[in-house]
């Protein structure tokens, strides 16, 4: 195994620790998101839902917030977990638009995407390939 193998196996089990306090009595689909800035801290974010259920927020954008609130923009990459209840991850669990925009604001292209089942089943993508074509700031100069 090597020395990036190892730090995405870290950075899903970041993922799950987080997804374990996902706030979802609606969905019942925990989401976690472990996202580390280039200098190796880890951010943690769950989804926090609401009874108006618009007003949810993803793991994703709570991670992401988070960082950014506490003056953090700089992002080397993600690792994403979800489940229902009391199960095991059956898939993949992939940011949705809204989360992808956000990454967008703040994460280059090469900006990694982890979506994982376990530490040893998981896929890896750039930003660029979850969100090719994307508006940003460029657009409204
Ligand atoms: N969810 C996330 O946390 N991240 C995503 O990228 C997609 C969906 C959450 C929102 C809601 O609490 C639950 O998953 C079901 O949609």
Same mark, same amino acid.
């Given at each position: 195994?090597?020395?990036?193998?190892?730090?995405?196996?870290?950075?899903?089990?970041?993922? +799950?620790?987080?997804?374990?306090?996902? /706030? *979802?009595?609606?969905?019942?689909?925990? !989401?976690?998101?472990?996202?580390?800035?280039?200098?190796?801290? !880890?951010?943690?974010?769950?989804?926090?839902?609401? $009874?108006? /259920?618009?007003?949810?927020? *993803?793991?994703?954008?709570?991670?992401?917030?988070?960082?950014?609130?506490?003056?953090?923009?700089?992002? %080397?990459?993600?690792?994403? !977990?979800? +489940?229902?209840?009391?199960?095991?991850?059956?898939?993949?669990? /992939?940011? *949705?638009?809204?989360?992808?925009?956000?990454? $967008?604001?703040?994460?280059?292209?090469?900006?990694?995407?982890? !979506?994982?089942?376990?530490?040893?089943?998981? %896929?890896? /993508?750039?930003?660029?390939?979850?969100?090719?074509? $994307?508006?940003?700031?460029?657009?409204? %100069?």
């Amino acid at each position: 195994m090597n020395g990036i193998e190892n730090k995405d196996k870290e950075l899903i089990k970041w993922a +799950f620790a987080a997804a374990g306090n996902a /706030y *979802c009595p609606y969905s019942h689909f925990h !989401v976690g998101a472990a996202l580390r800035t280039v200098d190796d801290t !880890v951010y943690l974010g769950c989804n926090i839902e609401n $009874s108006s /259920y618009g007003a949810t927020n *993803c793991a994703e954008r709570t991670a992401i917030f988070k960082a950014v609130s506490d003056g953090c923009t700089d992002f %080397k990459e993600i690792a994403i !977990v979800g +489940f229902l209840d009391g199960k095991e991850p059956e898939d993949y669990a /992939y940011p *949705c638009g809204i989360c992808r925009q956000v990454m $967008s604001e703040f994460c280059g292209r090469d900006f990694r995407i982890i !979506v994982a089942k376990s530490e040893n089943d998981y %896929k890896v /993508y750039t930003l660029d390939q979850l969100l090719p074509e $994307s508006f940003g700031a460029d657009n409204i %100069k």
